[in-house]
């Protein structure tokens, strides 16, 4: 499975962004996707989950501003990054968890840059 992820780039403090995702295997069921960022020299953090029947989940840092959104159909899955601040820069990462034996599997990652 391969994690196509887009829709990053630079945005001003207080604006919006919306990015994609799609694993490139539609024959493997898909239990969760989700969102993670990374900053350099930090640790990757979750920014936002979502299971296959729709229970979400987002960090504290993000809640009320973003949501995230799942295409089952197509094993895809949004994140709608409403009033973005300096700190929601970082690099996005995709992901997936596979119900075969749990397998993970991660995007390369979208840059979300958030200009003051």
């Known amino acids: 499975v391969q994690l196509q992820a887009s829709g990053g780039g630079l945005v001003q403090a207080g604006g919006s962004l919306r990015l994609s995702c799609e694993a490139s295997e539609g024959r493997v069921t898909i239990i969760k996707m989700a969102w993670y960022r990374q900053t350099p020299g930090e640790e990757r953090e979750l920014v936002a989950s979502?299971?296959?029947?729709?229970?979400?989940d987002y960090s504290d840092a993000v809640k009320d501003r973003f949501a995230i959104s799942r295409d089952n159909g197509r094993n895809r899955v949004y994140l709608q990054m409403d009033l973005l601040k300096v700190d929601d820069t970082a690099v996005y990462l995709c992901?997936?968890?596979?119900?075969?034996?749990?397998?993970?599997?991660w995007g390369r990652g979208t840059l979300v840059t958030v200009s003051s």
């Open positions: 979502i299971t296959k029947d729709g229970r979400t």
């Open positions: 992901y997936a968890k596979a119900l075969f034996f749990g397998q993970e599997f």
